[in-house]
């Protein structure tokens, strides 16, 4: 059984920073590539970063790209997000997800496996 497990989210000021991890069980990790989207209120889940199985290449939004960084670790199962400069559009329900595109991908359909998301929340 496959499980994904976000943690690290809540509240923090505009300018803050938050490190999301995500530990995965039930897959060989490194043979997926992984990726982070995000859901805000209203509006429609979006890709936020994506790295390929060695984490040798990584993919970013526009938004996002230069204030946060998607790494991994393989030997623990995990992937991280860490956020820096966080602004109040960035608030949102941070989602993990595994693809067996192993060199990442940003599209959502090409991802199997989701968890159940972190609540990130930014204030003005």
């Known amino acids: 059984q496959v499980q994904l497990v976000e943690s690290g989210g809540g509240l923090v000021q505009a300018g803050g920073s938050l490190r999301l991890s995500c530990a995965a069980s039930?897959?060989?990790?490194?043979?997926?590539?992984m990726g982070w989207f995000r859901q805000a209120p209203g509006k429609e889940r979006e890709f936020v970063a994506a790295?390929?199985?060695?984490?040798?290449?990584?993919y970013y939004a526009d938004s996002v790209k230069g204030r946060f960084t998607i790494s991994r670790d393989n030997a623990k199962n995990t992937v991280f997000l860490q956020m820096n400069s966080l602004k109040p559009t960035d608030t949102a329900v941070y989602y993990c997800a595994a693809s067996r595109t192993v060199g990442g991908t940003l599209l959502d359909k090409n991802y199997d496996y989701w968890g159940q998301g972190t609540q990130v929340t930014v204030s003005s």
């Open positions: 039930g897959v060989i990790f490194s043979s997926y590539g």
């Open positions: 790295i390929s199985w060695s984490g040798g290449r990584t």
